[in-house]
């Protein structure tokens, strides 16, 4: 098959009035489609309905140390919801504390902890001339949403197959020393799809950093969010506490997951995890802010999911929803684009995302093109940091939320876009 | 009846031989009882189970504009339980955020707001040499750990009957553009039960401030929190915000309430009303911290406590069990303590304390032999800023946790160890 950047100016133009026309009768349907968020549907959400019934006014209420779960108190979290939540961050209860319901707020409190107050006895960011922060591209908007709210500076690094680029990672982290932290979504990663290989791992856990208070934000938000039920078709993630206790860096990360993606996402419970320095620092710097989170709510997630089995049981009834969602977009996006060189694509095992990387300079037309034709799509540019690709050429595909017939017709007019904008982009050359 | 101070040597010497005894034979006891924070009992918390039946897999889960209320999003709380926290916080709904769980956190991150970015375009607060807080004294001891955290330097202010010494407010906010901001429990005071007059709130309200962006926090934690049914023993309490609007001064203040002592605390809603040059810069700078809080808690809330009526009628049911409790003390303090001139306390009409003065330089002695004694009460010291009782006199007196049987017996050891602790105190001199 021909590229569409080998083919003469005649049939581009061809092709661009087929799409054209094709452009037209999408838009004449009036859909309103959405695949934007990362958000589970309406039938994930079913799986969940039980653990609305597992505490009734009849229910015993008390934890098993006998708290009485509807009082204040216990800051770090119920046991019980520790040894849970261990589960999901590779970690012993001990190094847990459970919070309330958004990993997304541990993480910023974290940051604003290490900004306001400093970490480990170094300085408070705050009172430093500047500080910046590595992030890998594609990304998490909402991470970068965190770094640039306290105006720390961002420095995109480039994703490969097996994490981020290593090279240019230890590169930074040992040549400046206002370079304090990265962030990492290790495995299925928001929007790629990659897990990070152990060597990525142990090279994060033992690299040189010239800041002595450097810290990895381990977002493990899709930790048991496998697509296929196979093992063997199941990513792998060695765990950034075993390495950096093995590279002698014990203090260097801060580990987060949530259950939000498992129950109701804004009604579950979310966690963290550090060495037993970081974990004490952080409930002494906590203690002032609350009196405790919703411990009712930590025991309903204990009572439904039970241990590791239980959400693994859970998380097999999600992807036998959402895996057809990612073979109908893998499956749109090869019949539509493959061999035409303008757009390549992630293939997932697990997480939430495809990551698709548009012909250079189009995705930001490719989105308004959905849009127009009443698909929304995630911003062009959300996966850098500032909103800024400088490729204008990665897009975030989210096909969990729409039912499969609608993600189809989605996916449709997706394809439809992309080669309209490439084609259009081709034919100003 | 002679008090402590005018007897003789022998008289008060017989006094201490006979409250020896008596002390011994409470030892003797192994009691186990404890007052120390403002926790509902038991049988209040019981009140609210039905709300714990009212979302059940079965139920609706949608809010009355359609949210599903499982899924993410809704960053400042659902439109109906914006109405519901908006008649706790005497505000229209479009003033009202609503957040998680604890009216602390709101209160420590709104602080934290102004101080890592800054409120109405004035500097961050941590970028100025010094800031300094008003803290009006008997006060609640977590407000103080709140301010203490973040370096901020606490001035006390006496209370009065009618709210904070205001001739010494106007003058601290007046004089000095480092005073940033104010403590208030302004209903039914923490510890002292006090609540603020017409006059004292417009004088907040009005009185000049050398720092423009001076800042009231109004924790109205007891707005709802009656001990007697008939409106003629209720406090009434001018809203601020109103006072403000009129004194043109309409961005000086942050209004916060929570459901912690209506239904469960910690597993309860909690919501902050301002102005809208407020609100919107709160919403602004919460947005990278959450996608939401807990939509689900927010519309258990709602359909459990419905509105105004609702929650007075439930504020009732809470009223019977604690009235008995307040009245106990008072008796408990009147019978053993009227007359001997090293004792007063407050008799509150709503809210959560019993703020006793034990004689100058006797309260960190009473609390320790309180405690010796299986009686814990919240430490001498804690109703003052850096936990420092210049006087080491008050003592928070919060009856609402033990059954009425223990409170009594506590009340008797209480009692004994003020009269024991003033004895000692007065033989030594």
New interface residues.
């Given amino acids: 098959m021909t590229t569409y950047h080998e083919m003469p100016r005649a049939e581009l133009e061809g092709i661009k009035a087929r799409l054209d026309e094709e452009y037209a009768a999408i838009k004449a349907k009036g859909l309103a489609l959405n695949m934007a968020?990362g958000?589970?549907s309406?039938a994930q959400?079913d799986l969940?309905?039980?653990l609305?019934?597992i505490?009734?006014?009849k229910?015993d209420l008390h934890a098993a140390d006998g708290t009485?779960?509807?009082?204040?108190?216990v800051v770090d979290g119920l046991p019980e919801a520790k040894a849970l939540m261990a589960t999901l961050l590779d970690d012993t209860p001990e190094n847990v504390i459970v919070f309330?319901?958004?990993s997304?707020?541990i993480m910023?409190?974290t940051v604003?902890r290490c900004?306001?107050f400093g970490t480990g006895g170094h300085a408070p960011w705050?009172t430093l001339p500047a500080v910046k922060w590595i992030c890998p591209v594609p990304g998490y908007d909402?991470h970068f949403?965190?770094t640039?709210?306290?105006g720390i500076e961002m420095i995109p690094v480039a994703m490969n197959d097996d994490g981020p680029d290593m090279d240019e990672v230890e590169r930074l982290a040992a040549s400046d020393a206002s370079v304090k932290g990265i962030w990492c979504v290790p495995k299925y990663s928001n929007p790629g799809g990659v897990t990070y290989s152990d060597e990525v791992v142990r090279r994060l856990a033992s690299m040189e950093c010239a800041a002595e208070d450097f810290r990895i934000f381990w977002d493990n938000a899709y930790c048991v969010h496998h697509l296929f039920d196979d093992a063997a078709q199941q990513d792998a993630l060695l765990d950034i506490g075993v390495a950096c206790q093995e590279a002698g860096t014990p203090d260097r990360y801060f580990k987060f997951a949530s259950t939000?993606k498992i129950t109701?996402?804004?009604?579950g419970i979310a966690a963290f995890a550090a060495s037993p320095a970081n974990v004490a620092e952080t409930k002494r710097?906590m203690?002032?802010?609350?009196?405790?989170?919703?411990?009712?709510?930590q025991l309903r997630h204990v009572r439904f999911l039970k241990d590791a089995e239980g959400i693994a049981a859970h998380m097999r009834a999600h992807a036998a929803i959402i895996r057809p969602k990612f073979e109908l977009v893998a499956r749109k996006l090869s019949e539509g684009l493959a061999g035409t060189g303008i757009g390549s694509w992630s293939n997932p095992r697990g997480g939430y995302f495809v990551s698709f990387d548009a012909l250079e300079g189009t995705a930001s037309r490719t989105v308004t093109l959905a849009k127009e034709a009443g698909v929304v799509m995630t911003g062009a540019g959300a996966t850098w940091p500032y909103k800024r690709d400088p490729h204008d050429s990665n897009i975030r595909i989210a096909p969990t939320l729409p039912p499969l017939e609608e993600l189809d017709e989605a996916m449709d007019v997706f394809v439809c876009c992309v080669k309209l904008a490439a084609v259009e982009k081709l034919l100003e050359a």
Wanted: aromatic share 10%.
């Fill in positions: 968020r958000k589970p309406s959400l969940s309905l039980p609305l019934d505490l009734d006014s229910a009485d779960c509807r009082n204040y108190g309330g319901n958004s997304l707020s910023y409190d604003m900004w306001t705050c909402r949403g965190v640039e709210a306290f939000s109701f996402p804004g009604a710097l203690g002032p802010q609350t009196i405790g989170h919703d411990k009712l709510n």
